[in-house]
């Protein structure tokens, strides 16, 4: 099996910082994409950021120029740098990886249980 661990989210005010990162451990040959999407009560899960093996990047619009996506490949672990955070950037952020198990394996998606991240005005 395959698991993904998110840890750095927390409560901030509204200008500031917070580093997410999401390991991930077990069963693993290779991680292909990696990213990080959000949910709020409101909304349906959407698409943050992503970040491919290579090192290609994308981003929704709301977060370009203050989110910066990154990942170690040999640590299996992609980070999210958020700074100028805004309160509408609450929500519940969860890591997804798509990871082949072995080498006949077709990859398969991942997520995180989610980390919440709250900033106030």
């Known amino acids: 099996q395959v698991q993904l661990v998110e840890s750095g989210g927390g409560l901030v005010q509204a200008g500031g910082s917070l580093r997410l990162s999401c390991a991930a451990s077990?069963?693993?040959?290779?991680?292909?994409?990696m990213g990080w999407y959000r949910q709020t009560p409101a909304k349906q899960r959407e698409l943050v950021a992503t970040i491919t093996s290579g090192g290609s990047t994308n981003y929704a619009d709301s977060v370009k120029g203050r989110f910066t996506i990154s990942r170690d490949n040999a640590k299996n672990t992609v980070y999210l740098q958020m700074n100028s955070l805004k309160p509408e950037d609450t929500a519940v952020y969860y890591c997804n990886a798509g990871v082949q198990r072995n080498w006949i394996l077709s990859p398969s998606d991942y997520w995180g249980q989610g980390t919440q991240v709250t900033v106030s005005s």
């Open positions: 077990g069963s693993i040959y290779r991680i292909n994409g």
